[in-house]
Structures are given as structure tokens and as C-alpha cells.
């Protein structure tokens, strides 16, 4: 079913980690799979910080040639700038080469039989009974490939969902990076603070020896932000070079309406599959990639690519994560909601009652599942006592109180 045509079973539009992951696993059932990448090459840098689960990495196989290294520990810096120490004995998280990470899950698919097609923007989708078309700007021309379905997993911001009527994904927040010379930092440092990182939050990660990536995502002017963090960063004498060269991406805090319609499927952070509390999407598009993939082999043997033939795909994500999703994005309001002396206070509360040292070895503590853990601590007496000391109102549906009329 392979070989050079410009007519696929499938078209995946976008070889990041979901794109690649869900060419693969087609690709290696006998269907004819053409990616549709518009970046020349997938060797420059990524906006990511490539940080997964061990989860993440042992479902996926993600070889140790792609990973810079383990951690088990971070340090929080909170808005007031007092460090709080959080670790566990065993690595919880890789740091992934992201840029390598996409090569070699790109290549993999490659070798069972995708077609990638770089240098290749798609402008268009026109779906018609049978076939799809895409329309794509290639080196200047423009050229029309033609599928029985298409998979968008375009990550943030594509221009082609507004195209597609499947509502848009309602809030986001943007995000700047850099990669920096550190001198004599070992763990992931992660800074709090309205004047830091406006609703979200700024990290340094190291990555190889002496190097780190630090970066932010931000309700307002991430770049700005980053500056300013990489200059209080160098006069700590932290850094020993800031990299001026800045890398610039989004993230959406919550899901798009409809990830599937007649021959179409949307998946990975197009579709907004992506933890609210910490902006990682990395799993979460992998995981989704996994249940495409079995929609999409049953609807293609079945020949059913109506939306009907394709919902079982959403239904079953939507089971998967949607707790998570919505949990994590209320998390996530109440947290904008807070000033910085609310958040000092909030942290400080539960570390004189012993709650970080609990909720650290508490079992619900997941990198990438978060709802257990908001529970517990909401659960908790003490988190009605901090949330009290809470000046701003808001009730718990994480929507601002209304002030009585007098
Ligand atoms: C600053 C920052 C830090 C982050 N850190 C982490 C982290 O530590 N851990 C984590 O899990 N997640 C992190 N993320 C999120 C993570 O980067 C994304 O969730 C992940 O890359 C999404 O994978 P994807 O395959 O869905 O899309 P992407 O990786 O975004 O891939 C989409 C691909 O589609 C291509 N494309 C787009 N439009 C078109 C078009 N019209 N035609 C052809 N090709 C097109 C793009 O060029 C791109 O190659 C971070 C995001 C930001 C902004």
C-alpha cells in the first residue's frame, strides 16, 4: 500500500511526538501514511522543555539516547523567593533531547513505511464523500495530496482548526525559552510570582553538564518576563552565559470542543491534550496518538471514516483525561486568583504542618496525574484554613464570588 503517490490512506499533518507516534503505529499495520511537516528538517530547536514521567518513557520505550538525564528532586521558589526542597529516592522524570525525541520517533515511522513530506505548509483541507484533500504550499508551489482521512496534530496555534468548525480551545497561555551556561546547578529550579511569571510559573532545567534550559509560560509578555528572570538569574551568578537567541510556543489550558468529524480526527496539543497545572503535553499526546491509532485502523478496515465510524476516538480520551483536565484547569484558576503573598502564605501553611513531607510521599503525588492530589489537599482541614486566610474571594467552582449590592 506504500510507496511514492501523492494519495494516502491517511495524512497526519504535523511530525511532532503525536504526529509521529500515530505514522508509526499506521504505518506498521499496512496502511498507506503520508506525513505533512512544514519545517525543513526536524533537527532545530523546539520550544520544550522535554520533561516526561518515568511512566511516560517506560509505555512509550522512549530510548535512553534521547533522554539528557533523570531527576528526582526540584526546588520551588516561591513569589517571597524562599526555596522549598520536594524529591523522591528514585528518578521521577526524564529530560528530553526534545529536538532528538522527534528525529528519532520521525525516523521510526520512516523505516516501517511513512512517507514524510518536509518543507510542506498546509493551507487547506477540503473533505469531500470519499477523499480528503490537502492543499500545501511546498518550496513555494503548491501541491494537492489526497487521503480517506486526515489527522491533525499541528500542536498550538494552527490556523487550520479555525477552518475546521470544531470551536476553538477557549484559553491558553504563552511560553518563551532559552538554553543557558549554568554554573554549579544540579536540580530543577522553579520560580513563582506574579512578577516572574504573570497566572503560571518559570523553571531552570539542566540538561548536559553546565547547560540548562530556562523558560516560562505566562499570561502576559513571556519574552519580557524571560529577560528579566535570565538577568536576576546571571547577577545570582547562576548562569555563566545567557543565550539571547529566545524560542516562543503556546499551550492550551483546555480541550477543543470536538476532536473528530467526517474524516477527520484532531489529537495531541492541537486538540489540547495538555496537563493545565504544569503545561506538559508530551504524554498526553502519546496517549491519545494510542487511542487514534485504534479508531482510526478499525474505521479505515471497516471503510466507516464517517464522524460516527471515528467517535469512539473521543469518547475513549475523553473518559481517560477529562477529569483530569477539567480538575486540573479549576486548579489552575484558583491559583491565578491568588496574590503573591496569598501563595507564600498558602505554601508556608502547609509546610509547618508537616503537608509538603505528606503530600510528598503520598501516593497520589503523580507528575502527570494531578486530580488525586488536588483532591487530598482540598480534602484537607488545613486547606479550608489556608484557603480562608485567602483574601480574594471565590468559591470552590473557582469562580469569583459576586459582591453583595449595598
Ligand atoms: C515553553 C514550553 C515548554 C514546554 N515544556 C514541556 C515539557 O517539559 N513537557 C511536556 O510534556 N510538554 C511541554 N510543553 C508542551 C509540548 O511542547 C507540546 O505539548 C508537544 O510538543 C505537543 O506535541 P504535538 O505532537 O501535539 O505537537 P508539536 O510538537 O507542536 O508538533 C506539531 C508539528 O506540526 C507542524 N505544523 C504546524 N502547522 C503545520 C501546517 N499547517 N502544515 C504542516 N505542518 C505543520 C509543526 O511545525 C510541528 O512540527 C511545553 C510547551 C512550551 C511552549
Not at 497526519?12 to 506498521?28: R, T
Not at 529550579?189 to 505566562?218: D, H, Q, R
Request: charged share 25%; net charge positive; with cysteine.
Amino acid at each position: 500500500m506504500t510507496g511514492k503517490t501523492d494519495s494516502y490512506d491517511v495524512i497526519i499533518i504535523g511530525a511532532g511526538p503525536a504526529g509521529s507516534q500515530i505514522a508509526y503505529k499506521l504505518a506498521g499495520m499496512g496502511h498507506s501514511v503520508g506525513v505533512v511537516e512544514r519545517k525543513e528538517s526536524l533537527k532545530g530547536a523546539v520550544c520544550c522543555t522535554g520533561l516526561v514521567s518515568w511512566e511516560c518513557v517506560d509505555e512509550f520505550s522512549i530510548p535512553e539516547n534521547v533522554i539528557y538525564r533523570w531527576v528526582n528532586s526540584a526546588k520551588l521558589f516561591l513569589p517571597s523567593g524562599k526555596p522549598i526542597q520536594i524529591w523522591r529516592d528514585v528518578p521521577q522524570v526524564a529530560v528530553l533531547n526534545r529536538s532528538a525525541f522527534n528525529q528519532a520517533w520521525a525516523e521510526r515511522a520512516q523505516k516501517v513505511g511513512a512517507e514524510y513530506l518536509f518543507s510542506s505548509d498546509v493551507r487547506g483541507i477540503e473533505r469531500g464523500q470519499n477523499k480528503t484533500k490537502i492543499i500545501a504550499s511546498q518550496r513555494g508551489e503548491m501541491i494537492t495530496l489526497q487521503s480517506r482521512v486526515v489527522v491533525v496534530t499541528t500542536g498550538f496555534g494552527s490556523h487550520l482548526l479555525g477552518e475546521l468548525d470544531l470551536g476553538g480551545v477557549g484559553d491558553f497561555v504563552m511560553g518563551a525559552q532559552t538554553e543557558v551556561e549554568t554554573k554549579n546547578i544540579d536540580e530543577i529550579e522553579v520560580y513563582f510570582g506574579n512578577e516572574i511569571a504573570p497566572a503560571f510559573f518559570a523553571w531552570l532545567v539542566p540538561t548536559l553538564p553546565g547547560k540548562a534550559l530556562v523558560g516560562l509560560l505566562s499570561r502576559y509578555n513571556p519574552p519580557a518576563y524571560l529577560r528579566k528572570l535570565l538577568a536576576s538569574l546571571s547577577a545570582e551568578g547562576k548562569l555563566s552565559s545567557a543565550d539571547v537567541k529566545l524560542t516562543y510556543g503556546g499551550v492550551p489550558l483546555k480541550p477543543l470542543p470536538h476532536t473528530h468529524d467526517d474524516s477527520l480526527l484532531v489529537v495531541g496539543t492541537a486538540a489540547g491534550q495538555v496537563k493545565p497545572i504544569t503545561g506538559g503535553g508530551i504524554y498526553f499526546g502519546l496517549m491519545c496518538a494510542d487511542i487514534a491509532v485504534n479508531t482510526l485502523h478499525r474505521a479505515l478496515e471497516t471503510d466507516n471514516l464517517s464522524a460516527s465510524g471515528l467517535a469512539g476516538y473521543e469518547r475513549t480520551w475523553r473518559r481517560k483525561l477529562g477529569r483530569e483536565l477539567t480538575t486540573g484547569y479549576w486548579a489552575r484558576k484558583v491559583y491565578e486568583m491568588l496574590g503573591d503573598r496569598q501563595v507564600d502564605r498558602f505554601f508556608r501553611l502547609l509546610e509547618s504542618r508537616g503537608m509538603i513531607d505528606e503530600l510528598r510521599q503520598a501516593k497520589e503525588l503523580s507528575f502527570d496525574w494531578h486530580a488525586g492530589i488536588i483532591a487530598r489537599v482540598m480534602g484537607q482541614k488545613l486547606f479550608a484554613r489556608a484557603a480562608s486566610s485567602i483574601k480574594k474571594p471565590f468559591n470552590f467552582r473557582g469562580r469569583p464570588v459576586q459582591k453583595k449590592k449595598r
